[in-house]
Each structure stands twice: as C-alpha cells, then as structure tokens.
C-alpha cells in the first residue's frame, strides 16, 4: 500500500472548507432526537433529513413560485448549528434554553471564513423566517418530518398519527399543505409497485 504523505499546505481556504466538510460530516452521527419519543423501529440521522429537506425544498420552491437555488441553499445548512449545539427533541425544548443556532452560524462563517457563501446570511433568512424562500425551506424542514412519521406510522406506530396531525397544521404555505395532505394519504409503495405492475410480465426471470 502506497503511503500517504502528509504536505503542509499553505492554501488556508481549502483547509477550512475540509474542516467544514468534517463538521458536516458530524450530522451523519446525531440521530434524530423525535424519534426517542415515538418509540418505533424507524431511525434516521440529521444529514438524512437534511437531505430529505433540501429534496422537498426544490420541489416546492417550483411550485410556490421562490428562488430555487436560494431555498436549496438555505435547506442544505439549515441543521448546520447542531453539529455544534446538538439536536433536542420537544420536551427538551420546553426545560432547556434553546441554542443561539445564529451566533453559531457566525463562529462558523467567521472560524472557516466563509463570509463569501453567506452561510450567515442565509440561516439568518431562515430563521427569521420573513422571505417566501425562507417560509417554504420552514414547510420544507417540516415535511422532511411528516415523510419519517409516515414511515413510523405504516411501520405500525399508531402514535405517529397524531404527530403527523400536528405537523399538517404547522405547515403555512398552500402548496406544502397540499403535499402534506397527499402526503398523509399516500401508500409509500405505490411507485415501486406501478413500477413493478410495468414490467412483471415484460420480465424473464432465471
């Protein structure tokens, strides 16, 4: 095996946009803290929902007429600070300060210099939550979560329909409404089945 040689670099920008690439890293390991409570066999981790919430974020940027590439942007850093402050669930919120995720998106931009991707600027859009761009990465944050209780829902945990009950009323824009209803009533295999139903007879099987 070939030895890896250690350089020192003097390209002190691509060092801290590695160091921040670990610290995102670090999302992959912090489960999702609402899961404690529901109890069920369904886990998932905050990078994923972070994935989940920049997917629905694109789509529903389409349909409510916002800046796509703005909202994406906001819903790939928008569980950034719990690398940092941690993810807490809702009981914990309720006995426990909440962590300034916006001075820790400051220290952030300001330790990996990051001034000129505005990762500040656009979680503070976010959390303001006073821009179409940032009302619908919100509703694309909480339909991210309804997808997970859905899931904990047709896994059996009948709790899940009350979770998703509430979600369905936090939601504010009409077109994630929409997709929230759609979303409660769906069967989440129907695409793969359709899919199947397509080709299972077109298909030799050995």
Not at 121 to 142: H, M, N, P, S, Y
Not at 163 to 191: F, I, M, N
Request: glycine residues 4%; positive net charge.
């Amino acid at each position: 095996m070939k030895k890896i040689v250690k350089k020192k670099s003097s390209n002190k920008e691509s060092e801290n946009l590695i160091k921040l690439l670990w610290e995102y890293r670090i999302l992959k390991y912090i489960p999702r803290a609402s899961l404690q409570y529901l109890k069920g066999p369904a886990k998932e981790n905050v990078a994923e929902h972070s994935f989940y919430t920049t997917i629905i974020g694109w789509l529903l940027a389409k349909l409510e007429g916002a800046d796509e590439d703005k909202v994406i942007k906001i819903c790939l850093i928008h569980d950034l600070a719990e690398a940092r402050g941690g993810e807490k669930n809702l009981m914990n919120k309720f006995y426990s300060e909440p962590a300034d995720e916006p001075k820790i998106f400051k220290e952030i931009s300001k330790q990996y210099q990051l001034e000129e991707f505005s990762f500040d600027k656009l979680f503070q859009e976010f959390f303001k939550e006073e821009t179409l761009e940032a009302r619908v990465a919100k509703d694309a944050d909480i339909l991210a979560g309804m997808i997970l209780e859905k899931e904990c829902l047709d896994l059996g945990n009948e709790k899940a329909s009350k979770w998703l009950a509430v979600s369905l009323k936090r939601l504010k824009g009409k077109k994630a409404q929409e997709l929230g209803e759609k979303l409660v009533e769906a069967d989440a295999d129907s695409w793969w089945l359709e899919v199947a139903k397509k080709y299972i007879f077109k298909t030799k099987f050995f």
